[in-house]
């Protein structure tokens, strides 16, 4: 059975389990979400498909959000959802998700939450290299029930109501000018890292320095993946450190758009 599984991520956390998945499946083809989201016709024709994605503002990433709105699952008869966070919220995203696929007489057969170091600089401060490393031995272990349970097909999900659905909306609303609250300091040296990992090219570079275009996802790879952490959000990222998954690199998030 050929599964495909779409991905999203911004600084690696959900490309590395979506990679993890992947390795151990029969005929997988992994799909980045950024790169095929902007097609006039998205369709599926594997049997089996799955998503992977971070947990945003209790909910579902707009570019997600939007994705899997516009994709086409008529050959599809499973599907599966596997959402990166950083706490224990579970918020609405399965149940977002459940219900787009019911508008497309779908169901999703399986949801899972993994939990991975949180990128969210712009609100949190990062943790150790010591705790990240507990967050990626926990990881392997909860990938390795997830796979089983997607090999054998099996259902592992119950839709119910979730009022975060609310603050979710706001948050997709709102999202493409929340890129208002970035700038780069004089540690910028112009090398461009920043408009090259946005997987939605909201980012150009005028005489050297990054503008934001305002259609931004808040993925937050520019200012995690800036070498000199010249990138700032605001006041609230001066005090924080930076993030992105160590097996990750700059590579592997612009290959999302490529």
């Known amino acids: ?115 991975m170091p949180s990128n969210f600089v712009i609100g949190y401060n990062t943790v150790s290299e010591a705790v990240q490393k507990e967050f990626f031995e926990k990881a392997i272990d909860q990938v390795e029930k997830i796979i089983n349970i997607i090999k054998e097909n099996e259902e592992n999900f119950q839709n119910k109501m979730n009022i975060s659905e609310r603050m979710n909306k706001k948050f997709r609303d709102k999202v493409y000018a929340s890129d208002k609250s970035f700038y780069a300091n004089e540690n910028c040296t112009n090398c461009g890292i920043c408009e090259c990992v946005c997987p939605v090219n909201n980012i150009i570079l005028k005489e050297g320095f990054p503008l934001w275009q305002h259609k931004c996802q808040q993925c937050l790879a520019c200012i995690n993946y800036c070498p000199e952490e010249a990138i700032q959000f605001g006041t609230k990222s001066l005090e924080t450190g930076r993030y992105h998954h160590p097996e990750i690199t700059v590579q592997d998030i612009m290959n999302q758009k490529m």
């Open 1 to 115: 059975m050929k599964t495909t599984i779409y991905y999203f991520s911004g600084t690696g956390n959900s490309l590395k389990i979506a990679r993890n998945i992947a390795e151990r499946l029969e005929k997988c083809e992994l799909v980045p979400i950024a790169k095929v989201w902007v097609q006039d016709q998205l369709a599926s024709t594997s049997e089996k498909v799955g998503f992977v994605f971070p947990l945003y503002y209790f909910g579902l990433p707009k570019i997600v959000y939007d994705f899997i709105n516009n994709i086409e699952l008529a050959k599809s008869n499973y599907c599966f959802a596997v959402i990166t966070r950083a706490g224990d919220a579970d918020g609405a995203p399965l149940q977002q998700l459940a219900n787009i696929l019911e508008t497309k007489m779908k169901k999703l057969n399986a949801g899972f939450f993994v939990r």
